[in-house]
């Protein structure tokens, strides 16, 4: 009745339009169709996401590659030589403790001879304080103070790099002023070979045992190119003659026991100086 009524009024009637549906990839905000996500050929889900995150993770690019290694080749540059040092530290201990117990076994030879130290060699040149010349090198076993410290590798210093002679030594003994008496205590080196070593030093003929050098870290360069030698002998600096034979090895200082038997770590400035007296550190007085 209603759509007749209309009729006669001359008004037309039209179905009302349906409310306009958002379009594909578009959203509906109170009423109003909004652009949505795009989409990639279907509707995007949690699975879709996490998985183009994995793809993304799983590499990197080049330019990050370059700043990771740049850092890794700035610290292995700062840490490398804190590690060598660390390793030469823990050399350096391990001489020390070499060379003490080599002069503990020298002080308990010196006990049992009258309280006369080791000779650096005999009339022969056969035996020495390290051990017998043989052909084929030196028989550490047959040293003197074999008895007293029977590890022969005690007598090799960690951080040597000396050409080896057949000493299988880092360690040098004073043989000038300790091993031998041509450096008597008030007088001077007579080197007087027809009696060679003669009477070595003893424990009364020191007057500073404390500060009279008995062993140190030891090689010789001899200027035939070959580098340094080892060097069962360290001479006091007055009669090195341009061929020092102590070792400054360990960051440029030479391990050190003296006729008391403590050991110290000394650079050539000390070791050698020559005030207030020459050989200050080697002499018997």
């Known amino acids: ?48 996401i996490l998985r183009r995150l994995r793809l993304r993770s799983k590499g990197f690019t080049l330019i990050e590659l370059l700043v990771v290694i740049a850092i890794i080749a700035i610290l292995a540059a700062l840490l490398f030589p804190v590690f060598a040092q660390a390793r030469e530290k823990a050399r350096q201990a391990t001489c020390l403790s070499n060379i003490r117990q080599i002069a503990l076994a020298a002080l308990m030879y010196a006990s049992d001879y009258d ?62 002023y ?3 008496d041509i450096g008597p205590a008030g007088g001077t080196v007579t080197y007087d070979w027809s009696r060679f070593p003669g009477e070595p030093a003893s424990l009364v003929d020191l007057d500073h045992p404390a500060t009279t050098v008995m062993f140190a870290d030891s090689e010789v360069d001899w200027g035939m190119g070959d580098g340094p030698e080892e060097s069962i002998a360290v001479t006091a600096p007055s009669e090195q003659y341009g061929y020092n034979d102590i070792g400054y090895r360990h960051h440029r200082t030479a391990s050190v026991v003296f006729c008391d038997g403590h050991v110290r770590a000394m650079p050539p400035a000390v070791l050698e100086s020559t005030l207030p007296i020459e050989d200050e550190w080697f002499r018997r007085d």
């Open 178 to 180: 300790v091993g031998s």
């Open 115 to 176: 309280e006369v130290f080791v000779p650096y060699t005999d009339t022969t040149w056969t035996y020495y304080w390290a051990g017998k010349r043989t052909p084929e090198g030196l028989d550490r076993k047959a040293s003197p103070l074999y008895p007293y410290a029977k590890t022969p590798e005690l007598q090799r210093c960690p951080s040597t790099r000396a050409v080896s002679r057949g000493f299988g030594t880092g360690y040098g003994y004073n043989w000038i």
């Open 1 to 48: 009745m209603a759509h007749s009524q209309l009729r006669g009024k001359g008004v037309s009637a039209q179905r009302m339009p349906a409310p306009a549906l958002p379009a594909p990839g578009a959203f509906a905000f109170y009423g109003v169709a909004r652009p949505g996500p795009p989409r990639f050929g279907g509707r995007i889900g949690r699975s879709d």
